[in-house]
């Protein structure tokens, strides 16, 4: 479903992703580990093209990533993303955030989309909150708002990047279980957190990034209890550590 070869990205002189390979199968979930500036964040961007490549080559579903135009849009649809701040329209309703793009991108009707939006928010757990604004939901809501928005574009993959560092404590499960919900329902997932019982529980694969390029690459059981490289197992002593 998600297929990377040989990609390079620079900023500048900062080389942020070195020979990237990563074959994502349909219904997998992989989760991304790593420190802090090790180009997590960059490779999902890389995904859905909000920042283009050097070199190398990126396949969704079987079609290179196009550079522009309709059939970046196209693509973009195909390929939903959350991030750790939610970018949910502050001047839209819940529900007209879920049924936006829907409208405009996919050219549903304005009932259609309504029915599907109204059953995502069903699914996080958030119909009643249908007629609010963002700020008047608490963090875990509105995070769980900004999921149901991406999934109604129906899309192939979904990325996400530390969706759960903005909330306070008690709303990161709440976050977990939709994302652990769709995993078993075979959503192809690429996942970078922090979240270690998350990458447990969900994963089927571990990928462990560090200055730029995939380290690691195994199953998390193996990961947790026999990484093989000494920044892994460094890596893991400092989160693992309290
Ligand atoms: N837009 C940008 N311009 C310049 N440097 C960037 C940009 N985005 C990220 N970087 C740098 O690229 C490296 C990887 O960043 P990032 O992908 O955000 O890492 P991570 O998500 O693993 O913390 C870091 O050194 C970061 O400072
Ligand atoms: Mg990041």
Redesign the pocket.
Known sequence: MISMKKVQKH??D?H?LKDVDLEVPTGQVVVVL?P????????CRTINRLEPIDEGEIWIDGQILPSEGKALAALRADVGMVFQSFNLFAHKTILQNVTLAPIKVRGKSKADAEKRGMELLERVGIASQRDKYPAQLSGGQQQRVAIARSLAMEPKVMLFDVPTSALDPEMVNEVLDVMVSLAKEGMTMLV?THEMGFARKAADRVIF?AD?AIVEDDDPETFFTQPKSERARDFLGKILGH
């Open positions: 900023f500048g900062l942020v790593g802090s500036g090790s180009g997590k964040s960059t490779l970078v990034m730029g």
